[in-house]
């Protein structure tokens, strides 16, 4: 039994030193790859210089990291570079104008006539003209036959101009008859007030209505003669000249007469020679100029023809050798001039 344990113990032992052989030299060759640092705060405020400049010896250096220098090469594109167009600015898009509400137009009609004498046997010129608004016209001749602005081109008998305007109307007719011709406006706009007329026409034996002044440009306190007279084949007696005057710059207007009965209150010389006057005076002195517009009318069948016993001063018109005077067939002839007052 003793023997026994003997042999056992001995291989004991045996591994038991090998253990610690092996043990020690694995400790210290793993103290020798691995010095301790100490890097504690206590160690470092402590130290001395010298200690310090031991220590640092003993700090194994970081192992040297190699860099790898990586190379790479970038091949051009063969495809075009696209072009990017600008955003084009929005347009903005204007606002609709309101539509203005259209003028009533009224019911009812207006109708004026006026005279085409036998002086006017080769042409005839109709001027109509308003102020403000719209209207259409209907013309009539003494015949009953109707011009409007759809059917003129078919009236060939006169050869009929229609010549609108934005507040005048021109309608020129040839030949026209003699006698009363009617206009009617119609689809009249509610602000139409009113229209107005004025005729010239042309003839073989036509006769025509002048106006002159004395003073074309004058001082607010003279009085400047106007003076008007028909003439053509006879100079007339007889007859009516009225009209208006109207201050341009005042917009004022007032009615004025020319006398043909020889007093000096009208600066007339002569009763009864065809020669009408009158003195621009009284409510005509303030400044500016004056338009005068009148109308020779004979409408009443009164005129009479201007012989050489009528005036001192005749002189026979177009080489007239008539002794005694002779009724002068209905007519009416407007002339107008301008003249300033300063």
């Known amino acids: 039994m003793k023997n026994s344990q003997k042999g056992f113990v001995a291989p004991l032992l045996i591994v038991i030193a090998v253990l610690v052989i092996g043990g020690s030299i694995y400790y210290f060759s793993q103290k020798a790859r691995t010095p301790q640092v100490q890097n504690t705060l206590d160690n470092m405020v402590l130290s001395t ?9 003993s700090v194994q250096t970081q192992p040297k990291v190699t860099s790898i ?3 790479a090469t970038l091949t051009p594109s063969t495809s075009p570079t696209p072009i990017l167009s600008p955003t084009p ?47 259409d016209f209907m013309i009539t001749d003494p015949n009953g036959l109707t011009i409007t602005k759809t059917n003129y081109e078919e009236i060939k008998k006169y050869g009929v101009e229609w010549i609108p305007e934005p507040s005048s109307l021109l309608i020129r007719a040839h030949n026209p008859v003699s006698g009363y011709w009617k206009i009617t406006a119609t689809n009249l706009t509610t602000d139409f007030s009113d229209f107005k007329i004025s005729t010239s026409g042309i003839g073989e034996n036509n006769i025509f209505f002048s106006l002159i002044a004395t003073k074309i440009s004058y001082s607010c306190t003279d009085k400047p003669l106007i003076v008007g007279s028909v003439h053509g084949p006879y100079s007339v007696k007889g007859i009516t000249i009225s009209g208006m005057v109207l201050n341009q710059k005042t917009g004022v207007e007032k009615s ?14 002569y009763a009864g020679d065809g020669r009408y006057s009158n003195y621009l005076s009284g409510s005509f002195d303030k400044p500016g100029d004056y338009r005068i517009s009148m109308t020779a009318d004979n409408m009443n ?27 002068v067939p209905k007519f009416t002839r407007t002339a107008t001039i301008t003249i300033g007052c300063f």
């Open 49 to 57: 210089p010298d200690q310090t400049q031991a220590q640092s010896t």
């Open 69 to 71: 220098q990586v190379t």
């Open 89 to 135: 600015t929005p347009t903005p898009t204007p606002k609709p104008k309101p539509t203005p509400s259209p003028i009533p137009v009224s019911k009812k009609l207006i109708e004026k006539e006026f005279y085409v004498d036998v002086f006017a046997n080769y042409d005839v010129t109709l001027n109509i003209f308003w102020k403000i608004g719209s209207a």
């Open 256 to 269: 004025f007469s020319l006398y043909d009965d020889g007093s000096s209150v009208h600066g007339d010389q």
């Open 301 to 327: 069948g009164k005129g009479m023809t201007v012989v050489p016993g009528d005036s001192p001063d005749f002189v026979s018109s177009f080489g007239s050798t008539q002794v005694q005077s002779q009724a």
